[in-house]
């Protein structure tokens, strides 16, 4: 019917995937924030887990949503093959 449109996800399955890459990025120290950004990334400290494991959507700011689509767009242009991994 409708064709999706590069940088929307399709699913939730899809936006908690780059929740989670953000999380990891964020752990694993690939991401920095100025001296000014930090009160902005405020709202990461905000993320909750529901019992089910799964990403708990009310905690997610739209600065949230921004960091885990850039964190994904990056990815895929670095490696256009991302996909398929």
Do not use: W
């Not at 990025?25 to 920095?32: I, V």
């Not at 990403?55 to 700011?61: A, D, E, G, H, W």
């Amino acid at each position: 019917m409708f064709e999706s449109r590069k940088g929307n996800r399709d699913s939730r399955a899809d936006f908690e995937r780059e929740l989670n890459i953000l999380g990891e990025n964020l752990r694993n120290g690939k991401m920095f924030f100025t001296e000014g950004t930090r009160k902005s990334t405020r709202d990461l400290t905000k993320v909750r887990y529901s019992p089910n494991k799964r990403v708990n959507l009310n905690t997610i700011t739209e600065m949230v949503r921004t960091l885990a689509m850039s964190v994904n767009f990056d990815r895929e242009k670095i490696n256009p093959n991302i996909e398929n991994e």
